[in-house]
């Protein structure tokens, strides 16, 4: 038996509104989240300490997120962590009162997106933080990441995160943007399709010229110096490809970096159910191949969201009613939905274009292995030093799984989910193939490391299903 | 026209790459072919137990010859002999555990039964809840993820061409020799070694074979680093928990608990179902372990026939081709029983006997 | 790195909880990586490996870098929020 006719997992901005959308056709649905409220990464709620600042768009847009989706009669499971599925589907969780399964016939995988990274020597120091994990600090707790702080990586997230950090008060010591200028410009035609976002990017970038920061384009991190934290930035010029060039570096004084390059749509959880992937590059990397109603190859797992490709916050929800429509006409329920999909399908594409736009921006060329000195700590759970891996690829290993088997590289409690895209560059490089044919890690469970006591919970010994001993 | 190789050998696992680096030993011009990469299957994922007490007693010699070999091959596969100590916690376990250890003794294994006190002052952080045990000194475990480095420099220093990512789509043997169809092209031999793990049915058939060959989804789990808990490989009376912690912390859990999926599907998922009393009962024998995190689980596919015994000897009613594969334990005995193969192959007699696969095969369709 | 990064003074209780014995305070309901970086507590830890510092990275549950110890299990700092007379130990 069921528990639910819909599990939508992620309660972000796409799984939301998938939710909401379900429930307002009549669908009995869960909705589960590792957070302890609704809202995702970019309309997450704030820390409770966190009780006066400043009115901001976000929160507000967060909090009526929160409200529509208490309203709408969805289960809301926050707090708990999906470590396992399984499919027909079972979700499996751990939450504060211990393990939690839902079953249901269709699944909305809402998981959002994780952080690209290219490794730089001393990025393992203290005040080395994310890029997008700045905004989780800004935004949901207050923080700063830090007095004089670089801004380095590449895509839109550096003049969100410099801006808020120079709103905030905080000192942006530089922004470094590996990407050309031109860059900005050749996407120029799909961000006129949002000229509300322009202008929002516009004033960001306003907002850090008034501020007088410098911002550097075509550059790179070269080396974080520091012994207990970030000390000093130095920074040089990369050419088109991202390759470091010349010698003109100059060192900055900070003691923190945000660090990143683009997002990546969170996919283990489809890749676990075993659907089929595609590879492109314009939506961040690897996605679930999808047919018009957001269905996956396995019948009734639905995607939405920046789990599905990366195309920003404003796409997110109208993916989310469209995959919740596709769960409803499956299911044959709802009637006649199809005018509906439609119109919202159209409304997702254009919307869809800016953000996609946004996260190829993002997207490192083949050369930026150039930019990971042999020395550099490539696995940071594992302590893998670049020319480590480069020594497993010229043995042999052509594949992350290789790479794991010879180094550990993706073995550690990170899962391969920081240093993955890395070790994949690294393999490129060496073998001459373009990211696709270096194919995907796989996924195993669980999604995250869970306490072993948290799985097993209390038992008696006795009770253990044993079966019958293997032949003598 | 391609070249024509003495031997190619279908299966790049422990067993196919054993037995060709011995063919090619012996003086026979050998390629390996590969659907992936070298050690992708069973050899690849498996979770390294080297026990003498979990292995079958018709097998237990073989087995000692299995240790040997990888007690040699030493860092290059991770090996380790720690002991190992096998628990029972309860009196139908104990009595399970005194007859099994008895028989599997007389085949040869240095096995000896040790009281819970003893088991206490060996691996003071186990259940005190042992009610019988049995050591073997000669027991402990390599790392099963390096099968497929360690098994591509013997094949290089031997001479063996390996093609990997070629999967053997039809096998043709109307004019003398075998001609393997593969995306890439032909691949030519006079001779034709079947050893494709949990496939082995699969590739039957291209030979006109029926085998009964079926497939175990065995689960292995991997918890984060940690701090030192146990030193030697423990296992369960039962056989269903292996478990050891390697030298930088991690715990490596298995024992044989089933997952779903199939070879045919290409796939296979660990079964939460059948995760979780594998890891209680890892918890109860090791109760330090709720400080540890999991990582990591997984599956693999392990073949095996009706009666669990190897396939491992000429194909029934093809002239120059042979099977090799579903050893239970096949870990430990492959490199062994890999290499009796190659001899048999060479036209030597193996040093002990191999498995005939006519047991069950009586006839070959013909192709 | 002196002082606290906290933005703005309007806050909620203030609580206190032990780091590695040390008695500290934060703002109750922030995630305990948010409060020890937000008084310059960045180092969480050493690497086993270059036994070099390592701190909170991605904040978001993902890199494992901020785990530390409470009541001997092992829990991710950035996710963990922070409550009055939590005990909190690093990992070696
Ligand atoms: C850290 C981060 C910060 C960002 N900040 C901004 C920003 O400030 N402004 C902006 O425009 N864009 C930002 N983005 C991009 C933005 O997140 C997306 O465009 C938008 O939020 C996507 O919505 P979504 O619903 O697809 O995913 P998300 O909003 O990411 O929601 C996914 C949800 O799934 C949950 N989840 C994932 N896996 C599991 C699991 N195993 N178990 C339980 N729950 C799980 C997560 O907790 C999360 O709440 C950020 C992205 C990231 C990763
Ligand atoms: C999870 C798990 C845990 C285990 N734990 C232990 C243990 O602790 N101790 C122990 O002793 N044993 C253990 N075993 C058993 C052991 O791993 C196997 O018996 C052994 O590895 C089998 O080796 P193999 O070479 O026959 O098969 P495999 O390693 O599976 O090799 C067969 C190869 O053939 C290839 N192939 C198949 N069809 C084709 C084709 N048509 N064309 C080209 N290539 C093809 C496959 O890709 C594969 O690489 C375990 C097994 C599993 C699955
Ligand atoms: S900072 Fe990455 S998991 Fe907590």
């Given at each position: 038996m069921s528990d639910y006719d819909l599990i939508v997992l992620g309660a972000g901005p796409a799984g939301a509104a998938a939710a909401i959308k379900a429930r307002s056709l009549g669908l009995s649905v869960a909705v589960i989240d590792e957070a302890p409220a609704a809202g995702g990464q970019?309309?997450?709620?704030?820390?409770?300490?966190?009780?006066?600042?400043?009115?901001?768009?976000?929160?507000?847009?967060?909090?009526?997120?929160?409200?529509?989706?208490?309203?709408?009669?969805?289960?809301?499971?926050?707090?708990?962590?999906?470590?396992?599925?399984?499919?027909?589907?079972?979700?499996?969780?751990?939450?504060?009162?211990?393990?939690?399964?839902?079953?249901?016939?269709?699944?909305?995988?809402?998981?959002?997106?994780?952080?690209?990274?290219?490794?730089?020597?001393?990025?393992?120091?203290?005040?080395?933080?994310?890029?997008?994990?700045?905004?989780?600090?800004?935004?949901a707790h207050g923080v700063l990441p830090g007095r004089r702080v670089v801004v380095a990586g590449s895509g839109p997230l550096l003049l969100l995160v410099a801006s808020k950090i120079v709103a905030a008060g905080g000192e942006v010591a530089a922004v470094v943007d590996a990407a050309p200028h031109t860059g900005w410009l050749a996407r120029a035609g799909a961000m006129l399709a949002r000229p509300d976002l322009m202008a929002k990017g516009a004033g960001w970038l306003l907002a850090l010229l008034k501020a007088r920061v410098p911002i550097h384009s075509g550059a790179a991190i070269r080396t974080i110096h520091g012994t207990d934290g970030v000390e000093a930035v130095t920074i040089g010029p990369v050419d088109r490809d991202w390759r470091p060039v010349g010698d003109a570096e100059r060192t900055i004084a900070a003691d923190a970096v945000c660090l990143g390059f683009g997002l990546l749509p969170a996919t283990e959880v489809t890749r676990l159910l075993g659907a089929e992937h595609r590879y492109e590059p314009e939506l961040g990397g690897w996605v679930p191949a999808v047919d018009a109603s957001l269905q996956t190859s396995v019948p009734g797992l639905f995607v939405a969201g920046d789990g599905a490709g990366v195309r920003g916050a404003d796409a997110a929800p109208l993916s989310g009613e469209l995959a919740a429509l596709g769960v409803i006409s499956r299911l044959g329920r709802g009637g006649d939905l199809a005018r509906e999909a439609t119109k919202i399908a159209t409304d997702w594409h254009r919307s869809s274009r800016f953000g996609a736009a946004m996260s190829a921006l993002a997207m490192p060329p083949p050369g930026a292995a150039a930019m990971i000195a042999a020395e550099t700590t490539v696995c940071r759970c594992e302590g893998l030093s670049r020319a480590k891996l480069d020594a497993a690829i010229a043995a042999g290993a052509r594949t992350l799984a290789d790479l794991k088997a010879t180094t550990r590289c993706g073995m550690g409690p990170c899962g391969g989910r920081v240093c993955g895209e890395a070790a994949a560059m690294l393999i490129g490089a060496a073998t001459g193939w373009d990211r696709a044919t270096v194919g995907q890690p796989s996924a195993r469970p669980p999604l995250r490391p869970v306490p072993l006591a948290a799985i097993t919970g209390a038992f008696d010994y006795d009770n253990l299903p044993i079966p019958a001993p293997a032949p003598l | 026209m391609s070249a024509l190789y003495d031997l190619a050998v279908i299966g790049g696992g422990i067993l196919g790459s054993a037995a060709a680096c011995r063919a090619a030993e012996g003086g026979m011009r050998t390629i390996v072919v590969e659907q992936q990469t070298l050690g992708s299957g069973a050899s690849g994922v498996n979770a390294g137990t080297l026990s003498l007490q979990i292995k079958r007693v018709k097998l237990m010699p073989y087995a000692i010859k299995g240790h040997e070999l990888w007690e040699r091959a030493g860092e290059r596969v991770g090996f380790h002999k720690t002991g190992g100590i096998t628990l029972a916690f309860n009196q139908r376990e104990a009595e399970l555990l005194h007859e099994r250890m008895a028989l599997k003794r007389e085949a040869g294994a240095p096995i000896e039964l040790i009281t819970p006190a003893r088991v206490a002052e060996l691996e003071p952080n186990l259940s005190r809840q042992v009610v019988a045990a049995s050591w073997c000194a000669e027991d402990g475990y390599a790392n099963a993820s390096l099968s497929g480095a360690y098994y591509r420099t013997l094949l290089d220093t031997v001479g063996v061409d390996?093609?990997?990512?070629?999967?053997?789509?039809?096998?043709?043997?109307?004019?003398?020799?075998?001609?393997?169809?593969?995306?890439?092209?032909?691949?030519?031999?006079?001779?034709?070694?079947?050893?494709?793990?949990?496939?082995?049915?699969?590739?039957?058939?291209?030979?006109?074979?029926?085998?009964?060959?079926?497939?175990?989804?065995?689960?292995?789990?991997?918890?984060?680093?940690?701090?030192?808990?146990?030193?030697?490989?423990?296992?369960?009376?039962?056989?269903?928990?292996?478990?050891?912690?390697?030298?930088?912390?991690?715990?490596?859990?298995?024992?044989?608990?089933?997952?779903?999926?199939?070879?045919?599907?290409?796939?296979?998922?660990?079964?939460?179902?059948?995760?979780?009393?594998?890891?209680?009962?890892?918890?109860?024998?090791v109760p330090g372990l709720d400080r540890f995190r999991v990582v990591r689980s997984w599956?693999?596919?392990?073949?095996?026939?009706?009666?669990?015994?190897?396939?491992?000897?000429?194909?029934?009613?093809?002239?120059?081709?042979?099977?090799?594969?579903?050893?239970?334990?096949?870990?430990?005995?492959?490199?062994?029983?890999?290499t009796l193969m190659g001899d048999l192959i060479l036209g030597h007699e193996p040093e002990l006997p191999l498995f005939d696969p006519g047991r069950f095969v009586t006839t070959a369709a013909a192709a | 790195?002196?002082?606290?990064?906290?933005?703005?003074?309007?806050?909620?209780?203030?609580?206190?909880?032990?780091?590695?014995?040390?008695?500290?305070?934060?703002?109750?309901?922030?995630?305990?990586?948010?409060?020890?970086?937000?008084?310059?507590?960045?180092?969480?830890?050493?690497?086993?490996?270059?036994?070099?510092?390592?701190?909170?990275?991605?904040?978001?549950?993902?890199?494992?870098?901020?785990?530390v110890s409470i009541d001997g299990r092992l829990t991710e700092a950035c996710r963990t929020p922070v409550h009055n007379g939590l005990v909190v130990e690093s990992v070696r």
């Open positions: 970019v309309y997450r709620a704030p820390s409770p300490a966190l009780t006066a600042t400043q009115p901001d768009a976000d929160r507000e847009k967060g909090d009526a997120l929160r409200a529509k989706l208490a309203a709408s009669g969805a289960v809301l499971y926050a707090n708990h962590r999906v470590w396992s599925l399984t499919s027909g589907f079972s979700v499996i969780a751990i939450g504060p009162d211990g393990p939690l399964t839902l079953e249901a016939p269709s699944l909305i995988v809402a998981a959002g997106a994780i952080e690209r990274h290219i490794p730089v020597t001393g990025w393992t120091l203290p005040g080395v933080i994310g890029l997008a994990g700045a905004t989780v600090l800004l935004k | 390996i093609r990997e990512r070629t999967p053997v789509t039809a096998i043709d043997r109307s004019g003398g020799a075998f001609e393997l169809a593969t995306p890439t092209g032909t691949i030519r031999a006079t001779r034709l070694l079947l050893a494709c793990g949990a496939w082995l049915k699969a590739a039957g058939a291209l030979l006109g074979l029926d085998l009964p060959v079926r497939a175990r989804v065995n689960t292995v789990s991997v918890t984060e680093r940690g701090p030192a808990l146990v030193g030697t490989v423990i296992g369960h009376a039962t056989g269903l928990l292996t478990l050891k912690q390697k030298p930088n912390g991690s715990v490596l859990i298995g024992g044989g608990w089933q997952g779903t999926g199939s070879p045919d599907e290409g796939r296979s998922w660990v079964d939460p179902t059948t995760l979780l009393p594998n890891l209680r009962l890892a918890m109860f024998a599956t693999g596919f392990e073949a095996n026939v009706p009666d669990f015994y190897p396939l491992a000897g000429a194909a029934p009613g093809i002239d120059n081709a042979f099977l090799l594969g579903c050893v239970r334990g096949g870990y430990t005995i492959g490199p062994y029983i890999g | 790195m002196a002082g606290d990064l906290r933005i703005g003074s309007a806050w909620a209780r203030t609580v206190s909880f032990r780091f590695d014995g040390e008695l500290l305070t934060a703002r109750e309901g922030e995630t305990l990586a948010a409060a020890l970086y937000a008084q310059g507590r960045r180092t969480l830890r050493m690497s086993r490996d270059d036994s070099g510092p390592r701190g909170a990275f991605c904040f978001m549950g993902v890199c494992q870098e901020c785990v």
